[in-house]
């Protein structure tokens, strides 16, 4: 049963997985703006206390869950839940990072398949269950977040490569099979260093080095996202690269 109406909550609802301090927590806040009932998770219990807080100052509607991406079981009972209690899923964001620099001979196979379960097997998970849930109405976004080791591998990101270049390939078959049913799929590369505290905090040279417009700002990346959400099917982009204008590529 949906209960969203009996809460007075808006029966359309956006659903981030992996709503960190940066990208994620932008994302739910152009979410909550444009009107969308926003889910968030994260793996540690009261992680999106602060974002939630945010989000209902600003008179917008928000929920937090607890999630491990990689684990089958919850991911499906996260879904449901949503469904059932919350609202119908418009909108589901899969931002899960992984993001970890290992030389290949430091590489352990524990950290190598742990990197590949966050990245791609998570990302499978959660593509699977937000199509079982759109497919039937024929509608419905599945944006999934790329970086730069998405589309080439560098030294030390052997296991994040490996894990990002499978989600965008999963992103793409995706795209291909149920495109043509109603249901956008789209993969964005974030190609730079994301504007963020821990970024400045733990690379304050970097940072500096970079100067204006090297950094890219977390709210500029939520304008994409509903930007995607938000296109004519005659006309929906895939693949969408975002980059300061300074980053070299």
């Known amino acids: 049963m ?15 997985v992996g ?9 739910a ?40 991406a990689r684990r089958e079981d919850e991911v499906v009972n996260l879904f449901q839940k949503i469904e059932q209690d919350v609202g119908t899923l418009e909108v589901v964001v899969f931002n899960v990072g992984g993001n970890v620099r290992f030389p290949l001979l430091e590489m352990t196979a524990q950290k190598y398949f742990k990197t590949w379960e966050m990245c791609a097997m998570a990302g499978f998970l959660v593509g699977r269950e937000a199509v079982r849930m759109m497919l039937p109405r024929q509608r419905g976004t599945i944006l999934f977040t790329g970086a730069t080791a998405s589309l080439r591998g560098g030294v030390g990101f052997s296991a994040f490569a490996g894990g990002k270049a499978a989600l965008r390939a999963l992103a793409q ?64 982009t895939f693949e969408l690269d975002l980059r300061p204008a300074k980053e070299r590529w």
């Open 19 to 27: 709503a960190g301090n940066g990208t994620g927590s932008a994302v």
């Open 173 to 236: 078959s995706m795209a291909r099979e149920f495109g043509p049913q109603g249901l956008h799929v789209a993969h964005i590369v974030i190609d730079g260093v994301i504007d963020s505290e821990r970024v400045r905090t733990t690379q304050p040279e970097r940072v500096a080095a970079l100067g204006s417009k090297g950094l890219i700002e977390p709210d500029s990346i939520a304008q994409a996202y509903v930007w995607l959400h938000e296109q004519s099917p005659d006309a929906w």
């Open 29 to 68: 806040k152009r979410f909550a703006q444009a009107g969308y009932t926003v889910c968030v998770t994260r793996r540690t219990p009261d992680a999106s206390q602060g974002l939630l807080a945010a989000i209902h100052e600003s008179g917008g509607r928000a929920l937090a869950f607890t999630l491990d």
């Open 2 to 16: 949906n209960e969203s109406a009996a809460s007075g909550l808006p029966q359309k609802v956006c659903l981030i």
